[in-house]
């Protein structure tokens, strides 16, 4: 849940998207359960002190890069228009990758 989320309480489209960032996370780490160590108020704490949920391995760069993204300030996240549009050039780039690794064989 987005820091403004769980300290005022208010949903918006931007904690929605704070929460979007989480569940790319939970898919890239093959279903890994987040903050796992710490308490409720202790993820609260490490949020707002700018910690964030490290990396998995099987995340490509930009898709992290989208992540962290999301998990910043509320008026600095993006939008979920601009979420799908990051996440199709992903895939195109991705998809020609798989065709340039085919064409070298």
């Known amino acids: 849940m987005a820091p403004e989320s769980l300290v005022i309480g208010i949903f918006t489209s931007q904690s929605d998207v704070w929460s979007f960032g989480v569940l790319m996370w939970e ?7 987040p903050y796992t160590a710490k308490t409720n108020l202790e993820v609260l704490e490490y949020v707002r002190a700018g910690g964030r949920l ?12 989208l992540i962290l993204r999301s998990w910043s300030a ?4 993006p939008n ?15 998809e020609d990758a798989q065709l340039n690794a085919v064409d070298i064989i």
């Open 80 to 94: 979920f228009k601009l979420c799908l549009e990051n996440i199709i050039a992903l895939r195109k780039d991705m």
């Open 27 to 33: 898919i890239t780490s093959l279903g890994e359960q």
């Open 74 to 77: 509320e008026n600095e996240r």
């Open 54 to 65: 490290p990396k998995p391995l099987n995340c490509p760069p930009l898709l992290h890069q």
